[in-house]
Every structure is written in C-alpha cells, then in structure tokens.
C-alpha cells in the first residue's frame, strides 16, 4: 500500500523552507481555533427569514461546526451561509425532529474570509413552531 501526503501536509515536511513558510497560513497549520456560539428561541420565526449568527473576521479560515435545533415543525429546513453563498457552510437540513446538524459542507471547510463576513441561518419549507431552541456552535482559525 502506497502512503500519500495531504497538500498542506506536504509543505510543513518539505525541506524548501520557502515553500512551508510562503503557502500555508497559521489557519491552516497551528493555529488557534476560535468559537461563535449563540442560541435563538423561535418566535413568529417564518418561512424565509433569516437568523444573524455571527461574524467570520476576514482572514479567519472556516473548520465546521455544529447546528443544535429542537423540532422545529413538519416541513422545515434550516440552511448556514453568508452573503455569498446562502448555505455555504450547511446544506439546507431538514429541522422536522430535533438533533445535531454538521455544518461541514464542502464549500465551508476550509473557506477563508476576506472581508469581516455575516453568518446567517435561513429558514425554509414553513414557518417555525414558536419557543423551540437553535444553538450554533461554529468554529475558525485567524491567523
């Protein structure tokens, strides 16, 4: 069996300093994870809007997170995205029963903000049952 190095991997091996040092940012190897965390109770939460979550600073380096909801009603979804892509982080889930929701879409791991960015959580498929919980808790790395 063949041993295959990852791409970052194989820079902080190489022995061309310049290549380690010049491609890879702290955010990428050793640096300090960061955490947004915020809960939201539902009321007259409908179908559509949207739940401001937090703040990816520019240059911070989106590693995943997760979405805890309560049953939120028969048919709803929840999505986490930014301004550039509306579920850049989690796919549209559905938020029928309650539980654990991975936000680790491809296109949000490893996505590296370059502007100060606003997360944001959008509700679909219905409106939401009043006083049911959302928690998030996302992690990046800054440089």
Known sequence: MAS????????????????????ITRGQNGGMVQVIYD?????????????NVGVLPKGATFIGGDVVVDAL????TLALGDSGDADRYM?????????????RAIAGIGYQATADTILYATLAGANATDARTISVVLMYTLD
Do not use: H
């Open 4 to 23: 295959q190095n990852m791409d970052n991997y194989s820079k902080v091996v190489s022995t061309d300093k310049s290549v380690a040092d010049s491609m």
């Open 91 to 103: 796919a549209a889930v559905s938020t029928s029963s309650a539980g654990v929701k991975a936000a």
């Open 73 to 76: 009603g028969a048919s709803t």
């Open 39 to 51: 809960t939201y109770e539902t009321a007259s939460l409908a179908n559509g809007d949207t739940l």
